[in-house]
């Protein structure tokens, strides 16, 4: 597979067209930021680690049924993905109040939520992700209401899956941000699933193993990265 120019340039990845239509080839970067865009920084190696990670979830998500647009690792930086029609819809599940909801509703981080909590935002940096409702998206015509069952449902069984698998490594899953795209009329699974996109806790320390160590400047983000590796792989990755 050829990879040809690039159509998007993220925050955290850039994107290139391929040979093939259906296909992309993603390149993930080591830049970092936080607070829709306010905060900016670098994480190195963060690229290779969440090319690395996003693709070991979204391996063993398709082995247990969860439709999504992983193809293949290209290298340690680079993996081609099915090019998808994102639904710009953030859509979040939370097992304890942090972050946003936490300071939102005025409640503890750690807190259980007593079941799983979903959240919708409005992938907009212009307006910084609103939280949004299903009438909203309707209203908005983001997706049908079918389409967002789908994601609904899906985002649950995402939670399940990763829940159990995490407590096997002694991390809890306490949220994480998941989006959709359609590909030849089906909604699947996108974009990442890493550090930088959950919030995980190691179990036995509560210590915090994601980016919340560089949104809030706790130090030590890249070893919270390679700590999330090795727990999911039991491999070191060389930098
Ligand atoms: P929040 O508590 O800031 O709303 O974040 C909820 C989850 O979503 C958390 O695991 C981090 C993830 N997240 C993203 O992946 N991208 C974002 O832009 C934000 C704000 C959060």
Known sequence: ???????YEGKAKKVYRTDNPDLLWVE?????????????????????LNNLISAHFFQMLAQEGVANHFVELINEREQIVKALDIIQVEVIVRNLAAGSMAK???ME???????????YCYKSDELGDPLINDDHIRALKL?????????????????????????????????YKLEFGIHKGQVLLGDEISPDTC???????????DKDRFRRDLGQVEDAYKEVYRRLTGKEVNL
Do not use: C
């Not at 936080?34 to 690229?47: L, Y």
């Not at 919030?199 to 193993?209: I, V």
């Open 199 to 209: 919030r995980f806790w190691d179990s036995r320390t509560m210590e915090k193993l």
């Open 109 to 119: 981080e750690g807190t259980d939520l007593g079941g799983p909590v979903v959240d």
């Open 143 to 175: 997706a049908t209401p079918e389409q967002v069952q789908t994601m609904r449902e899906t985002a649950l069984k995402v939670n399940q899956i990763l829940t159990e698998y995490m407590k096997g490594k002694n991390i809890i899953l306490v949220d």
């Open 1 to 7: 597979m050829q990879k040809l120019e690039m159509l």
């Open 28 to 48: 993930y970067k080591d830049d970092a930021t936080a607070f829709n865009g306010e905060k900016k920084g670098t994480i190195v190696g963060k690229g290779v």
């Open 104 to 106: 939102r509703l005025g």
